[in-house]
């Protein structure tokens, strides 16, 4: 951990180093597979021991990182492929270029062949390079002349834990969803031990762009490959749910409402809601802008019941705004503590509507719009508005107004989520 110096790296100072034609790609076997009929995994282990050779603490500080590893330049504009399909990314400024070779030497390594390349044995048929830029300017002419070339050079270097700057997915994979899986998993378990968030990349057709899927991105393309996978696995229903939320934790996720699973089935899951481990700050975020909107709604309406000198009106809800303000200041430390103020704002938001005091207009209409938000923080889907908008009226029944994030069909809320809620009060 005390040879990585750096936590956060910018993509946007990536990309730059890519444009420039800086960036070495050290690419490594990864997949989705399925073993045993019987259980599915992220396969990331060639990144880690990678990792794990770089930031080797037995090592001399001279003598860090991996030694004459095989990368290949990452040149703009050239549709080039890697050697997987998945890649580290080192800046080629930090590293020490031994070689540079056109071809992948694995496939010229016979010496019968005549562009044998091997530097030290044979060194008439081996023209060094010995700079980047001169590298760069031949390259290009041999794969625009080239009709046997292979769809990657190879460079071999030195490379080291500061060199390391990210993680790049090929567009020419064989599986593109499954190695987008693999490049997640991999940046989280590399961050969990090592401290290190490395952003991640597409290389497509010669140019790079990060790669920064949503929640419900990455749930669709899990879902993807969950469904191509699934039918290789001999299995109980239960078991495949239980292989489904496990990768949801290679790839650093959970759900905040894991009885939800019961109540759907192995082929839609995707409709789950996600919370990254441990604790998720996009989360907290939402969740205190959206009980610094709801307060502020609420001072809007005490200045209103005040105008009409109706102090009691006004001390009901000043006491919901200072309720509400010490939810808001509450302590989060976990996923836990998030997941239980959302019960309590959930239920403030029910207690409220239930005031005979508010009238229709504005205030409902922002009731229903943030309890909804705040139900599918909590599993729920499109959950009926407290209000109704033909008339009038308050629905009381809190348990029956949820609809379960459920694909197509409906099913009834018989799980603990609804009274957890109702009782959240208490705790």
């Known amino acids: 951990m005390k040879h990585l110096k750096k936590s956060k790296i910018d993509p946007r100072y990536v990309i730059e180093k890519f444009e420039e034609g ?17 259980k599915i995994d992220i396969n990331v282990s060639a990144f880690l021991g990678e990792m794990e050779g770089i930031v080797d ?7 860090h990182g991996n030694r004459s590893a095989s990368t290949s330049l990452l040149i703009p504009n050239l549709n080039l492929g890697l050697f997987h399909d998945v890649a580290f990314l080192h800046d080629i400024d930090q590293c020490t270029v031994r070689a540079y070779m056109f071809k992948d030497s694995v496939t010229v390594s016979k010496a019968a062949d005549p562009e044998y390349h091997n530097i030290n044995l044979d060194k008439k048929k081996f023209e060094p390079i010995i700079s980047k830029k001169e590298f760069i300017e031949k390259y290009k002419k041999y794969y625009n002349e080239e009709q046997n070339r292979t769809e990657y050079n190879e460079i071999v270097a030195n490379i080291f834990p500061n060199s390391l700057l990210g993680i790049t997915i090929s567009d020419k994979a064989f599986n593109l969803n499954a190695s987008k899986l693999s490049a997640l ?10 401290g290190i968030e490395l952003p991640l990349f597409l290389y497509q057709k010669g140019k790079m762009v990060e790669f920064k899927p949503t929640k419900e991105e990455i ?5 993807t490959v969950f469904q191509n996978k699934r039918a290789k696995l001999e299995v109980s229903e239960a078991a495949l749910k239980g292989e489904y939320l496990k990768l949801l934790s290679q790839l650093g996720y959970e759900t905040p409402t894991p009885g939800l699973v019961n109540l759907l089935d192995s082929s839609n899951l ?12 996009e989360e907290i975020d939402f969740f205190k802008k959206t009980c610094n909107q709801f307060i502020n709604a609420l001072r809007t309406e005490a200045k209103r019941f005040s105008e009409l000198k109706d102090d009691k009106a006004v001390n009901r809800i000043n006491k919901s705004i200072k309720e509400m303000e010490s939810l808001l200041n509450s302590s989060i430390k976990s996923n836990n503590d998030m997941r239980h103020n959302y019960k309590l704002f959930s239920q403030k938001i029910v207690d409220l509507s239930k005031e005979p005091i508010f009238k229709p207009g504005k205030f409902k209409q922002l009731i229903n719009s943030i309890y909804k938000a705040v139900m599918q923080k909590l599993g729920y889907i499109n959950p009926k508005p407290l209000f109704s908008t033909r008339i009038d009226k308050v629905t009381h029944s809190f348990s029956n107004s949820l609809k379960p994030r459920h694909h197509k069909k409906e099913v009834s809320v018989k799980s603990d989520l609804a009274k957890n809620v109702k009782n959240s009060k208490q705790r």
Not at 185 to 194: D, L, S, T, V
Not at 270 to 281: A, E, M, Q, R
Request: glycine share 0%; hydrophobic share 35%.
């Open 22 to 38: 800086e960036l070495l790609a050290r690419a490594h076997y990864s997949n989705v597979e399925v073993t045993n009929k019987k």
């Open 57 to 63: 603490t037995s090592k001399d500080d001279k003598r």
């Open 185 to 194: 998993a991999a940046q989280f378990k590399i961050k969990n031990e090592y």
């Open 219 to 223: 749930l669709s393309i899990l879902n």
């Open 270 to 281: 995707d409709k789950l809601v996600l919370w990254k481990k441990d604790i998720d700050l």
